[in-house]
C-alpha cells in the first residue's frame, strides 16, 4: 500500500520559513521524480519545486532563490524548506512522488500524492 505522509504544515507570519517534509511510509520502490505542489481553491495545482533521482532540481520561479527542495534516498523522503513567506504562499502543499507501487509492480510506474498540508502566512 501506498502512503505519502506530509507534516510541517502550519501559520506563519508574512517574512517567516517553515518546513515541509514528507516520507513513504508504504511501499514505493525505485523512486524517480518527487516534488511540491499546491493549490489554492479555484485554481489549479501548480508544481513549487521538484527533484530528480540524480539530485538536479527546478523551482517556479515565483519561488526561486527562497524555498529549497532537498531529499533522502535512504529514508524516502522528500523536504521543502520554505524562507521570506508571502500571503502568496498561502496553499495547500502536496507531496509527490513517481515510482512503481512495490504490492503490485504489474501496474508499473505511477504518480502518488500525499493528502496535503495547508500553510497559510498571515500579512
Given at each position: 500500500?501506498?502512503?505519502?505522509?506530509?507534516?510541517?504544515?502550519?501559520?506563519?507570519?508574512?517574512?517567516?520559513?517553515l518546513?515541509?517534509?514528507?516520507?513513504?511510509?508504504?511501499?514505493?520502490?525505485?523512486?524517480?521524480?518527487?516534488?511540491?505542489?499546491?493549490?489554492?481553491?479555484?485554481?489549479?495545482?501548480?508544481?513549487?519545486?521538484?527533484?530528480?533521482?540524480d539530485?538536479?532540481?527546478?523551482?517556479?520561479?515565483?519561488?526561486?532563490?527562497?524555498?529549497?527542495?532537498?531529499?533522502?534516498?535512504?529514508?524516502?523522503?522528500?523536504?521543502?524548506?520554505?524562507?521570506?513567506?508571502?500571503?502568496?504562499?498561502?496553499?495547500?502543499?502536496?507531496?509527490?512522488?513517481d515510482?512503481?507501487?512495490?504490492?503490485?509492480?504489474?501496474?508499473?510506474?505511477?504518480?502518488?500524492?500525499?493528502?496535503?498540508?495547508?500553510?497559510?502566512?498571515?500579512?
Amino acid at each position: 500500500q501506498v502512503q505519502l505522509v506530509e507534516s510541517g504544515g502550519g501559520l506563519v507570519q508574512a517574512g517567516g520559513s517553515l518546513g515541509l517534509s514528507c516520507e513513504d511510509r508504504g511501499m514505493i520502490l525505485n523512486i524517480g521524480t518527487m516534488a511540491w505542489y499546491r493549490q489554492v481553491p479555484g485554481n489549479q495545482r501548480e508544481l513549487v519545486a521538484g527533484i530528480k533521482s540524480d539530485g538536479s532540481t527546478s523551482y517556479a520561479d515565483s519561488v526561486k532563490g527562497r524555498f529549497t527542495i532537498s531529499r533522502d534516498k535512504a529514508k524516502k523522503m522528500v523536504y521543502l524548506q520554505m524562507t521570506s513567506l508571502n500571503a502568496e504562499d498561502t496553499a495547500v502543499y502536496y507531496c509527490y512522488v513517481d515510482g512503481l507501487n512495490g504490492a503490485d509492480l504489474s501496474r508499473g510506474r505511477n504518480n502518488y500524492w500525499g493528502q496535503g498540508t495547508q500553510v497559510t502566512v498571515s500579512s
